[in-house]
């Protein structure tokens, strides 16, 4: 795990099955995510990055903010970060530089893919066409996110769509031998419908919180990580 997580040494990150990384909206289950998959590749692994949610471009310049803050300690929302990407402020040109040369490095090392609505089959599919990038398959995937993976044709309603798709993501996994991790969306009890059957197929299920403040509702900037069970240690 990136060293800045603070995770005890004792926790390994599997292969060959996947990990739920799972969150409450608004909790920087996306930003985790994007710090694991920088941490993948700088590491020396091939990372396939599928978002239901973003498209490519919003990706990268998220993957370039989240690089900026752990180089620097200072965060941009993506409409700042949007707004610098098109001024021609002079003062900006630094910025345009580093973003221009981390799409040039990381470009080598992550294969970002946008999959509004498809099926766990169409997913691994998209994964899998990371081989034409470096001429060898990925070896670590992250999939945004599990509740709108697409249903597949074949099944009667959601509920069975999630199960099937549960079961594709893990066979697939097991079959590539991958580090996945698979980023679910659940309510402030750390739980849904659908997260419940992935959670139950995973090789670890990893539970992210912030507190919030008993008055405003405001969420405190401090992270809490939550191993809820692992089957890989």
Do not use: C
């Not at 990136?2 to 996306?30: D, H, Q």
């Not at 981390?102 to 766990?120: E, H, M, N, Q």
């Not at 009667?156 to 697939?172: C, F, G, K, P, V």
Request: hydrophobic share 35%; no cysteine.
């Amino acid at each position: 795990f990136p060293p800045n997580w603070g995770m005890s040494k004792e926790y390994i990150i599997p292969r060959g099955k996947f990990v739920v990384l799972a969150a409450p909206p608004k909790t920087g289950k996306t930003r985790s995510a994007l710090s694991m998959a920088l941490h993948l590749a700088n590491i020396g692994h091939r990372v396939s990055l599928a978002s239901g949610e973003m498209p490519t471009s919003e990706i990268w310049l998220l993957l370039w903010i989240q690089r900026h803050f752990l180089e620097t300690g200072k965060s941009f929302s993506v409409y700042e970060a949007r707004a610098i990407m098109a001024s021609k402020d002079p003062r900006n040109v630094p910025y345009h530089e580093a973003y221009h040369n981390f799409r040039r490095d990381y470009g080598k090392k992550i294969w970002v893919l946008y999959t509004p609505g498809w099926s766990a089959r169409r997913i691994i599919y998209g994964h899998k066409l990371s081989r034409n990038l470096w001429g060898k398959d990925a070896t670590a995937w992250l999939t945004d996110y599990a509740q709108i993976i697409g249903k597949d044709p074949s099944t009667r309603d959601i509920r069975e769509s999630h199960i099937n798709n549960s079961l594709t993501l893990t066979i697939a996994t097991g079959v590539a031998n991958v580090v996945h991790f698979l980023l679910s969306q659940v309510n402030d009890l750390g739980v849904t419908k659908e997260s419940s059957q992935y959670e139950q197929d995973a090789g670890m299920v990893i539970n992210l919180s912030r507190q919030a403040d008993t008055v405003t509702g405001e969420k405190s900037e401090q992270l809490k990580i939550n191993v809820k069970h692992s089957r890989s240690t």
